[in-house]
């Protein structure tokens, strides 16, 4: 698979490092979160069979995080983009 | 006319293990999903409860996900007390299952290494070592020599990347032949009176209030008393429906096999560090198994780099692999939970029932989830064995940690 860095471009997927969902924010009020609200923070992420916004950082190359919308049966990547960029919409 | 007239005509087909059966309006229990473990709960629903007016509804065909695509091996060295428990029931069914099913299932008890290459992993072998022994089940540490007498062509030369510095053995451990298992298991139920549905993909769940009442089917609805899923990664799609959110991530592990060749390898050798597992079948492929990629995915292949990685350690550890040539490579989606031990049990839904999460170690607990799956469902309780295993753990924080003797990297 090839991985587009929004800085480098194209590159092998050997080269980079996968952090899972993308846009998981950090809760607003911490100390307001019960236990089942932390456990879905921590431990529950979508499992998309099809469209999925991830993380990922290009480790062996620029060294920085970015975003990309990629589909999870074809692998086909729709877009590629900074952190706190919004999604774009796709499909 | 005279002389000799040949009709030229095939055999006729062997018996059928079981007949294909069409959907009834109801039952008292669906079970979604044909693979090993739904297979086995239907089997155990009829066998050990008498609830025998139970369908198995499978939107592809019987055995055909990761109950065929999996290595086969059996083993219950695994940490905690909760896993050493429902691991452990497996395996001593297994060594009755034969006699249970009246058939073959190839089931050879050639035992398994686990193999120590720093440190670190000499700790963790040792401790898990002893924490077996201290629930009952069989487990030894061996040194290098002791690792190359059970499998002579391993290299235990101490100047490679991955040295062998010790292993785990566990003599009880094994292999078995997968599609005999589900086969065996889904001929034992159809004789009870359990419907077998290929071909049947279920689309929703009925719900009535807070009550889970039937299926939604490609070929219309099912009523049930009760339903339980054994769907791997798709059960979190289906509760998805229902607002339940299972704390699992889909991911394609890869296996291969090489060509037939002479039996060079009598017992089953996993690593840990280097993702590599490897054990000879009967007819002669070694099977091998190697890491998930690191993204989710449900393309049922796998990256390269994957396999490239497996075949370097595999060959750096057995140098005569070199020679052998990959017969076929292929991958299956397995579903991980975020302490590598599954989730069994009951949902928010009454009359609804999940078993998933098993990961890339799903095959071995076949028979020993399926019999607490189906008491679990029978009894509207969790059993004994399956109760550290709920949803809830991730709340409570009662995890099962068991990413060191899963054996795969997750």
Redesign the interface.
Known sequence: ?LIPCPWCGERE??EF??G?QAHVAYPDDPSAVD??G???Y????D???GW?A?RWLHRAGCQRWFNAV?H????EIAAAYPPGATRPVIG | MSGWQVTPRLPDHPNFLWAEAEPKPAYDVVVVGAGGHGLATAYYLAKEHGITNVAVVERGWLGGGNMARNTTIIRSNYLWDESAGIYEHALKLWEGLEAELDCSIAFSQRGVLNLAHSLGDVREGRRRVNANQLNGIDAQWLGPEDVQKLAPIIDISTDVRYPVLGATYQPRAGIAKHDWVAWGYARAAHALGVDLIQGCEVTGLRREGERVVGVDTARGPIRAGRVALAAA?HS??LLSTLGI??????YPLQALVSELLDQVLDTVVMSNAVHVYVSQAHKGELVMGAGID??????QRG?F?VIEHQMAAAVELFPIFARAHVLRTWGGIV?VS?DASPIVGLTPYAGLYVNCGWGTGGFKATPGVGSVFADTIAHDRPHPLAAPFTMER????ALIDEHGAAAVAH
């Open positions: 698979m997927e050997t490092h996968y899972g236990d089942a932390w456990a879905a921590l431990f529950v992420r499992n998309s069979k999925f991830e990629r999870t049966v074809t692998y | 990664g979190s799609v959110r299972l704390p699992l991530q889909s690191s993204y989710v995915g449900y393309g990256s780099s579903d975020p991730f709340a409570t924080g």
